[in-house]
């Protein structure tokens, strides 16, 4: 589908909900870990409700040692559009852009779940290790492979 420049887009962040947050974190670990061996997996789902012109966004994240997950973190965030229709079409439950925004959603809830896991892993060892910064695009890019 041709993305088109948008004559105004008007978007709104409507809410941020943590969904599931999951840790087990043996303090002993914290001599061990470091950044070559601590992984971070993240992905995202999409859920366009048309009739209430809006999309959420789930993002999650896992910290993951030897295959140990340390860490699992679920935040839902609902955006709102003014012109929908304007800006996607919904086919076959898939989202197809008119207009390129989704890697401003993932980018938003990408910074909101590094807030949050901050949040939640302050006083603990896995507050030296921050969500990492993902470029949107190459995790839409990885997600669509």
């Known amino acids: 589908m041709d993305n088109v420049a948008p004559k105004n887009i008007q978007m709104k962040?409507?809410?941020?909900e943590?969904?599931?947050f999951k840790s087990d974190l043996d303090e002993a670990l914290s001599d061990v870990i470091n950044d070559s061996n601590l992984k971070f997996n993240i992905g995202y789902s999409l859920l366009p409700n048309?009739?209430?012109n809006s999309i959420v966004v789930e993002i999650a994240a896992k910290y993951?040692?030897?295959e140990r997950e340390l860490?699992?973190?679920?935040?839902?965030?609902t955006f709102k559009f003014?012109?929908?229709d304007e800006i996607f079409e919904i086919k076959d439950s898939k989202i197809l852009e008119k207009v390129t925004v989704i890697p401003t959603l993932i980018n938003v809830a990408i910074g909101t779940l590094r807030g949050m896991v901050a949040s939640k892993t302050s006083g603990?060892?896995?507050?030296?290790?921050?969500l990492p910064l993902i470029d949107p695009n190459s995790l839409l890019n990885k997600q669509d492979n």
């Open 124 to 130: 603990t060892f896995l507050r030296n290790f921050p």
């Open 82 to 84: 003014s012109a929908f």
């Open 71 to 77: 860490l699992y973190f679920v935040a839902s965030l």
């Open 18 to 20: 943590e969904k599931r």
């Open 13 to 16: 962040l409507l809410s941020v």
């Open 50 to 52: 048309q009739k209430n």
């Open 64 to 66: 993951l040692f030897d």
